[in-house]
Nanobody, 124 residues
Framework: EVQLVESGGGLVQPGGSLRLSCAASEYINSEYYWAWFRQALEKEREGVGAMVGISDTRYADSVKGRFAISRDKNLTTLFLQMNNLRPEDTGKYYC??????????????????WGQGTQVTVFS
């Protein structure tokens, strides 16, 4: 079973940036969706974005143009670069993996493997 470990969360002011990392115990390959989700207090978990193929990414409308997903050259770490952060980006961010077939990338129920999460707080 693949292990996912997130890091890089923290406190940041609006307009600031953070880069989250997700270290995977297996290669990040195109067989799966490799996604970032977030969950704010008392809200449902929502998809932020995902790597859906080699160099092919998808994003929620709320983060398009501000967030970017990439992976390292060793294909074992997934990144989420977050720029121009807003208070509504606050939440716990999770890395997750899912088999692609029959699911859209943003459907949380497709994901069987999750990391423990890292907290991002954007405050004035």
């Amino acid at each position: 079973e693949v292990q996912l470990v997130e890091s890089g969360g923290g406190l940041v002011q609006p307009g600031g940036s953070l880069r989250l990392s997700c270290a995977a115990s297996e290669y990040i390959n195109s067989e799966y969706y490799w996604a970032w989700f977030r969950q704010a207090l008392e809200k449902e978990r929502e998809g932020v974005g995902a790597m859906v193929g080699i160099s092919d990414t998808r994003y929620a409308d709320s983060v398009k143009g501000r967030f970017a997903i990439s992976r390292d050259k060793n294909l074992t770490t997934l990144f989420l670069q977050m720029n121009n952060l807003r208070p509504e980006d606050t939440g716990k961010y999770y890395c997750a993996r899912a088999l692609k077939y029959g699911w859209h990338w943003y459907e949380a129920q497709a994901y069987k493997t999750w990391g423990q999460g890292t907290q991002v707080t954007v405050f004035s």
